[in-house]
């Protein structure tokens, strides 16, 4: 079933070119619905802080990414840019949750633990951090989920490292 404000977000962010057919455009419906489960799951999990992960469902966000994507016109990239390329990225669904967190919920990177051994193993964990010390920790084994590390923000202040934000690629 044609759904209007999801073809006008694909093709705003420019990411009209990877969900080009009725079936491609199926499955990202698809794997929003499947991404809005886990963030189910992550805000009513014991240790969730819940403040933070409020209530979400599909018309909110796809409202929230076309205020974002009219906010940040006049740039090179968007916000929402940035979400729709980590979903086109083959992110598991929590390290989605976690990219929403950096791009829309006022997230900050506290901690990110890594550990890879050729044809072995992969780990990496990541803990989010607000102002007010809030903290969520997503862990993955997939190798994919790297990938988050090459849209994070990469920038010393004085001469310590700081990674933070979730930014969009530049595309074309």
């Not at 999801?6 to 093709?11: C, W």
């Not at 991404?35 to 799951?41: G, I």
């Not at 550990?115 to 190798?143: C, G, K, P, Q």
Request: glycine share 6%; charged share 30%; net charge negative.
């Amino acid at each position: 079933m044609p759904n209007p404000e999801l073809d006008a977000m694909i093709e705003a962010t420019s990411m009209g070119g990877f969900w080009r057919t009725e079936q491609q455009r199926q499955e990202l419906d698809r794997l929003l619905d499947t991404f809005l489960e886990t963030w189910d799951q992550r805000r009513n999990a014991p240790d969730s802080p819940k403040r933070r992960l409020r209530p979400l469902d599909k018309a909110t966000l796809l409202a929230t990414l076309a205020r974002k994507r009219d906010e940040d016109r006049g740039f090179r990239t968007t916000r929402a840019a940035a979400f729709m390329q980590a979903v086109a990225s083959g992110f598991t669904m929590d390290f989605l949750v976690m990219t929403w967190l950096l791009v829309f919920g006022d997230a900050h990177v506290d901690s990110i633990d890594f550990a890879y051994r050729h044809e072995a193993t992969f780990e990496m964990t990541v803990v989010l951090r607000w102002d007010d010390d809030a903290r969520i920790t997503f862990a993955s084994n997939d190798v994919y989920d790297v990938a988050a590390l090459r849209h994070m923000g990469i920038l010393k202040i004085g001469h310590r490292p700081v990674l933070d934000g979730f930014s969009a690629m530049l595309l074309g």
